[in-house]
């Protein structure tokens, strides 16, 4: 696949047309009987979500923290595929692989000295790339850590809105 051919239209429209390139991304959360587990409706594919076992969830279906973490997993891997093929940066193989500690004492509310969410998010890149350079796999990791959406999103967090509506 030819990315700088894929993108060049792309690029043509928002550099001539800037307010073409703001998009909004959608996803809601809706109930799915017990007050532990939702559906989660992307537009394109609907997810079940569930609490996590470590404060009363089944453990049988992916957490918030899980789909976080996941979204990160994503963004960050066809983040570095994305930039190696505009690079033309020779890879075998990519993996990422992404974890993260919390402490559930914050979630449930046991300690106010405990936070709630993340303490730690730990993005692991494992390349073969045996026939890129080192300078080229320093220019990988720039551009991805750079151009992933998720990841620059958690490193400069903007302020969440929220809107309640209540029907009586």
């Given at each position: 696949m030819d990315l700088r051919?894929?993108?060049?239209?792309?690029?043509?429209?928002?550099r001539a047309d800037p307010t073409?390139?703001?998009?909004?991304?959608?996803?809601?959360?809706?109930?799915?009987?017990?007050p532990i587990s939702c559906s989660v409706d992307i537009g394109r594919a609907i997810h079940q979500a569930e609490a996590h076992?470590?404060?009363g969830g089944a453990g049988a279906g992916a957490c918030s923290g899980d789909l976080l973490l996941g979204a990160?997993?994503?963004?960050?891997?066809?983040t570095c595929q994305m930039v190696a093929a505009a690079m033309s940066i020779p890879t075998e193989r990519i993996e990422v692989?992404?974890?993260?500690?919390?402490?559930?004492r914050g979630t449930l509310g046991i300690s106010k000295e405990?936070?709630?969410?993340?303490?730690?998010?730990?993005?692991?890149?494992?390349?073969?790339?045996?026939?890129?350079?080192?300078?080229?796999?320093?220019?990988?990791?720039?551009?991805?850590?750079?151009?992933c959406v998720?990841?620059?999103?958690?490193?400069?967090?903007p302020a969440p809105q929220t809107t309640w509506v209540r029907h009586a």
């Amino acid at each position: 696949m030819d990315l700088r051919t894929l993108q060049k239209p792309l690029k043509e429209q928002y550099r001539a047309d800037p307010t073409s390139s703001r998009i909004t991304i959608r996803a809601k959360g809706a109930q799915a009987g017990a007050p532990i587990s939702c559906s989660v409706d992307i537009g394109r594919a609907i997810h079940q979500a569930e609490a996590h076992k470590g404060v009363g969830g089944a453990g049988a279906g992916a957490c918030s923290g899980d789909l976080l973490l996941g979204a990160l997993a994503a963004c960050a891997q066809i983040t570095c595929q994305m930039v190696a093929a505009a690079m033309s940066i020779p890879t075998e193989r990519i993996e990422v692989a992404v974890e993260g500690d919390l402490d559930l004492r914050g979630t449930l509310g046991i300690s106010k000295e405990v936070p709630v969410g993340f303490e730690n998010i730990r993005v692991n890149f494992d390349l073969t790339a045996p026939n890129a350079s080192a300078e080229q796999i320093a220019a990988l990791r720039e551009k991805t850590e750079q151009y992933c959406v998720v990841m620059q999103t958690l490193l400069h967090p903007p302020a969440p809105q929220t809107t309640w509506v209540r029907h009586a």
